[in-house]
C-alpha cells in the first residue's frame, strides 16, 4: 500500500466554474483521473488537501465526490478556503452514506495511522496577526492542528502534516501554525492553496528540521504524488 497526496483538485463537475484563469488548466479533471488511473491501486490512501470541489453545497457537489468515490482507493479530505459544501461531519458523513459513497474520509480534529505514519492536519489561514479577525482565525486554527496531532497519543510513526494554506509563504512564517508543528515532531508538512505565478514565493524545503512541499495541483502537473 502506498500514500499520495494532491492538493487543490478544484472539481467542477456540477458547476460551471473555469480555472483557466491561472494558465495550464486546461482539461485538467481528465489530467487528474488519468493520472490517477495509472497510478492508485484499489489498497492506497490519497490525501486532498482542501479545495475539493467548486459546489456550493453537498448536493451540488455529489458529481464530483461520485467521481472521486469511482476512483481507486481510499481517499482523506481537508477543507480548503474554496470548500463552501464543508458541513459539519456528521452531516457529511450522513449525506455520503445516503448516496452510496464509501471510499471518501474526512481529515478534521482527528488523525489516521497509514502504512505506519501517523497523519494529521487542519485547514490553516492567512499569517496574518495584526488583523483582529485573521488572528482569531490563525490561533484557532493552531488548536485544530494541535488537536490533530494530539489525538493520535503515543501511537507511533512519522508525524505527517496537511493543511489547505501555506505555513510559510512570501518570506514570511506562520510562527502559530509552525510552532505546533515543533511541538509535535512533524518531520514533514504538505499544502495547497498557491496556485500559477504565486507558486513562485512558496516555500519548499527543510526549515527547523520539517520539510514542506506544495501539492496543489497545477504544482504536480495534475498528478498524485507519492509520499509513502
Excluded at 216 to 222: E, H, I, K, P, T
Aim: with cysteine; aromatic share 12%.
Amino acid at each position: 500500500m502506498s500514500v499520495f497526496v494532491l492538493g487543490d483538485p478544484h472539481l467542477s463537475t456540477g458547476v460551471e466554474k473555469p480555472m483557466d484563469v491561472f494558465g495550464g488548466w486546461e482539461h485538467y479533471t481528465e489530467q487528474i483521473v488519468d493520472h490517477w488511473n495509472r497510478l492508485i491501486a484499489k489498497e492506497d490512501t490519497v490525501v486532498l488537501p482542501g479545495d475539493i470541489s467548486w459546489g456550493m453545497s453537498l448536493a451540488e457537489a455529489l458529481t464530483d465526490f461520485q467521481l472521486l468515490d469511482g476512483l481507486p482507493g481510499k481517499k482523506i479530505l481537508l477543507k480548503g478556503n474554496h470548500d463552501y459544501w464543508w458541513d459539519t461531519v456528521t452531516k457529511m458523513e450522513r449525506f455520503f452514506v445516503e448516496n452510496g459513497i464509501a471510499s471518501i474520509r474526512f481529515l478534521h480534529n482527528n488523525w489516521y495511522a497509514v502504512e505506519g505514519a501517523v497523519l494529521c492536519g487542519t485547514r490553516g489561514w492567512v499569517n496574518d496577526m495584526k488583523d483582529e479577525h485573521n488572528r482569531k482565525i490563525v490561533l484557532r486554527e493552531a488548536e485544530r492542528l494541535r488537536l490533530s496531532l494530539r489525538s493520535a497519543g503515543e501511537t507511533p510513526g512519522e508525524r505527517i502534516a496537511f493543511l489547505h494554506y501555506p505555513p510559510i509563504y512570501y518570506g514570511a512564517q506562520c510562527d502559530e501554525i509552525v510552532a505546533v508543528l515543533k511541538e509535535f515532531s512533524v518531520s514533514r508538512c504538505f499544502y495547497g492553496h498557491i496556485h500559477g505565478d504565486m507558486r513562485r514565493f512558496a516555500f519548499e524545503g527543510e526549515r527547523d528540521g520539517i520539510r514542506y512541499r506544495l501539492v496543489s495541483a497545477d504544482a504536480l502537473g495534475f498528478c498524485p504524488l507519492k509520499i509513502l
